[in-house]
């Protein structure tokens, strides 16, 4: 069997890796750089634009392939699985139509409301100017503006955080408006502790992963600018030392009737990663965004605990028979984090070498990002370069062990020394505990 993988980052190594463990299949990747970690588990590389729907066909049908993961969310809105699947390619990643529940804000919050899934904070959609002013002048709480389509994280603006005032969010939507955007959503700001819950689906079943939680801001004590994620936890009970048993089930019948929802609309079958972003709230949960993929850095904790074989699981989600396998993941906690360049993200320094050589690969699982492999060494590309995973029966432990591997890495490079630490994470009990108990 000839399995691609799409995409070149360190998502698309975790899942190289993973499969790569079960030797009956081949492996072959496309996507825009060469990574050295997916290169060394693959029988071939193809070089080229994940969103040129042609070209990736083109190649998957070169190399001959049965089965597609698609890594990134940018080929999913191209559309790249209703190519692959009209030629018999079967795709873990949902069709364009579907995946507009990543690539359009506004389609899920209307998704959410149609199907009476009661999830989101108060929210309008605005297609101009026109009563802009007056929503945001009636909503009691802060705001946050954004824009509908992929952003690559760089979209969405918060008050308290991006934008100080009302005024400022009314300059931004004139803003994007002005640059041609053609919908924008408008949200109540939620106050609470963010989570993810990702779930396998084979357009029938769902088989839910544990709950996990990123880091996005840049630097220690979450300040700085955003990042993709500067790394992720997550506990032995597969919950967040944070949450409680009612916040993981509601967010888990959220995915479920989530996946109701946008095959009953599409009327197609869902294949692949449904991605809740979610918030615990005094209240309880709401949900943030939906993404149509695995989350990075998330997607490496998850495979590093999984112990079902993800060829497997790739098998049964194309044939829709997850039902009939048994996905288990270790009862360990796990730490991930990224090293990323010298001032990443604004003026990252790119070019300069890495030198992971000293890291002991039986105590972490390390995965390639944005590297190059040169006669010289590896270099830094400009984005987060490498990601280091622990495990551990404590998230204490597993930060250790990740902090202990990281500080060996060597070149103009940082990363959190707080991610998985219990000062950062007593924080986090501490202010949702004050926010449900006040
Ligand atoms: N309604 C909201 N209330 C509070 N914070 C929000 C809200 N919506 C988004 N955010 C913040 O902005 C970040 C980015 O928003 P998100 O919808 O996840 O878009 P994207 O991941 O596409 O940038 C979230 O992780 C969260 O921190
Ligand atoms: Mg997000």
Redesign the pocket.
Same mark, same amino acid.
């Given at each position: 069997m000839h399995i691609a993988i799409i995409g070149t980052g360190a998502r698309e190594h975790a899942i190289a890796w993973k499969l790569s463990l079960d030797p009956t299949v081949q492996l072959f990747n496309f996507g825009p750089t060469h990574n050295p970690g997916i290169a060394g588990l693959c029988q071939a590389v193809g070089i080229g634009d994940v969103t040129d729907v042609t070209a990736v066909l083109q190649w998957c049908q070169e190399q001959k392939i049965d089965i597609a993961w698609i890594g990134p969310e940018a080929p999913l809105a191209a559309g790249v699985v209703n190519a692959l699947e009209a030629f018999g390619i079967a795709c873990i990643g949902p069709t364009q139509q579907m995946a507009r529940l990543e690539s359009s #804000?506004s389609f899920t919050r209307e998704l959410l409301d149609k199907y009476e899934i009661q999830a989101s904070?108060s929210y309008r959609v605005f297609t101009s100017m026109d009563g802009v002013a007056d929503y945001m002048w009636s909503l009691q709480d802060d705001v @946050?503006i #954004?824009p509908d389509g992929l952003?690559g &994280?760089k &979209? @969405?603006r @918060?008050m308290g955080a991006q934008l100080k005032t009302r005024e400022d969010a009314m300059a931004y939507c004139s803003e994007l408006f002005a640059e041609g955007a053609k919908r924008i959503v408008i =949200? =109540? #700001?939620?106050v609470g502790q =963010?989570f993810s819950l990702m779930s396998f689906s084979d357009g029938k079943h769902l088989v839910h992963m544990p709950a996990v939680q990123d880091h #996005?801001r840049a630097y220690v004590g979450d300040a700085g600018p955003n990042t993709g994620g500067m790394g992720s936890y997550t506990d032995a009970n597969h919950s967040l030392p944070f949450l409680n048993e009612h916040d993981v089930i509601f967010a888990r019948q959220i995915n479920e009737q989530t996946l109701y929802a946008i095959q009953e609309e599409c009327g197609e079958e869902y294949k692949g990663i449904i991605y809740g &972003?979610f $918030?615990a709230v005094r209240g309880g949960v709401r949900l $943030? =965004?939906y993404n149509a993929r695995f989350g990075d850095p998330e997607v490496m904790n998850m495979l590093s605990l999984l112990k079902t074989s993800l060829v497997d699981i790739t098998k049964a989600i194309a044939e829709r028979t997850l039902d009939q396998l048994h996905v288990e993941f270790a009862p360990l906690a796990s730490v991930c984090k990224y090293v990323v360049p010298q001032g990443y993200p604004d003026k990252p320094v790119r070019g300069e070498p890495i030198d992971i050589t000293q890291v002991d690969q039986a105590k972490v699982q390390l995965f390639y990002g944005a590297v190059d492999q040169t006669e010289g060494g590896l270099v830094l590309t400009g984005s987060r370069a490498v990601g280091l995973v622990a495990t551990g029966t404590t998230i204490a432990e597993a930060e250790q062990v990740v902090e202990q591997e990281i500080k060996k890495i060597t070149g103009p490079v940082f990363h959190r020394e707080d991610i998985g630490t219990a000062a950062l994470i007593d924080e986090r009990i501490t202010m949702l505990r004050n926010l449900r108990h006040a």
């Open positions: #804000k904070p @946050v #954004k952003t &994280g &979209g @969405v @918060v =949200e =109540e #700001k939620l =963010e #996005k &972003g $918030i $943030i =965004e």
